[in-house]
């Protein structure tokens, strides 16, 4: 890509996020949404260290989280191989397990029975090399459930290597559904600020997310994208969308909640649990508008 493309990328992706901040500005619910975000960065910051420790965050599955964070309908009647087809957590960018310990206790009471997270160091690693890793702890997690597949949740740079392990290591073959958090499938600004070799990958039009654009093709895993208008490290919001036709993805875009708030967001993870048990039924969700309203975040799909 020419200089002059890429400045004209950047001047129409800049634009992108000063329209849909206007917009979002005029919505009460944006600042709510705001609000939540910056209480979320400091309950990330005060769980990080105990998401260092190998064991510190695992939950029993008698463990319940009361119903702040997970609806007091029930699900339907959870399908034993849903139930228990392993679920595999991938945190993002200089994050840890902990990330995910409000979500893995819901889908956990939910009926799931293996809810694992992986840790992993992006410092001194490169995507692929994180893919790798990924692709040896499906196997160990196969093994020990003897399960035959594994569904996959990433955020943000989770959500990347999860797409590189499935189409680029043969993951397609051991993966049923993999789900994504503002993940910069088109790569984010944002980026621009890291350093390393993954801060370079995340950057648009990197040789990563050419890589993933060029191998896309049809497989049998279901693919899903929440992406948020108001997530400010995925710069445009809308690069955090599946694009490529051939992998037909469903985006679903979630209003007013941040970048970490999707992790607890109470539709957001009763989307999830519903699709996967619903194992056999392609790219089917169900936001609940109305719930979403009450806890200050509207929801709506996307293309």
Request: with cysteine.
């Amino acid at each position: 890509m020419s200089a002059r493309s890429k400045i004209g990328a950047l001047g129409s992706d800049a634009n992108a996020v000063r329209k849909v901040l206007q917009r979002a500005m005029l919505r009460p619910r944006t600042y709510r949404g705001f609000a939540k975000e910056i209480l979320m960065t400091s309950l990330n910051v005060a769980l990080y260290p105990a998401g260092l420790v190998s064991d510190a965050l695992k939950v029993e599955d008698a463990v319940r989280l009361g119903d702040r964070y997970t609806s007091q309908v029930p699900l339907r009647y959870l399908d034993p191989v849903a139930a228990s087809t392993p679920i595999i957590l991938l945190h993002g960018y200089f994050h840890n397990r902990s990330a995910f310990v409000i979500m893995r206790r819901s889908l956990k009471k939910f009926g799931f029975r293996s809810v694992d997270t992986m840790n992993y160091n992006v410092i001194g690693h490169d995507v692929q090399e994180l893919a790798h890793q990924l692709a040896v702890h499906v196997d160990e997690i196969l093994q020990r459930t003897e399960a035959t597949h594994v569904h996959l949740i990433g955020h943000s740079l989770g959500g990347l290597v999860a797409r590189y392990y499935i189409q680029k290591l043969g993951g397609h073959e051991k993966v049923h559904t993999c789900i994504t958090l503002g993940t910069p499938h088109r790569g984010t600004h944002a980026a621009w600020v890291g350093r390393g070799k993954t801060a370079r990958q995340l950057r648009p039009g990197s040789l990563l997310l050419r890589q993933l654009a060029r191998s896309s093709r049809a497989m049998p895993v279901r693919f899903i994208s929440f992406y948020s208008n108001l997530d400010s490290l995925v710069l445009p919001a809308s690069n955090a969308k599946i694009t490529e036709p051939a992998l037909r993805a469903r985006n679903v875009l979630v209003k007013d909640v941040g970048h970490l708030s999707l992790l607890i967001s109470r539709p957001i993870i009763r989307a999830i649990a519903e699709t996967l048990a619903n194992p056999d039924v392609p790219n089917q969700l169900n936001l609940r508008p109305a719930r979403s309203v009450r806890n200050g975040a509207r929801a709506q799909s996307g293309a």
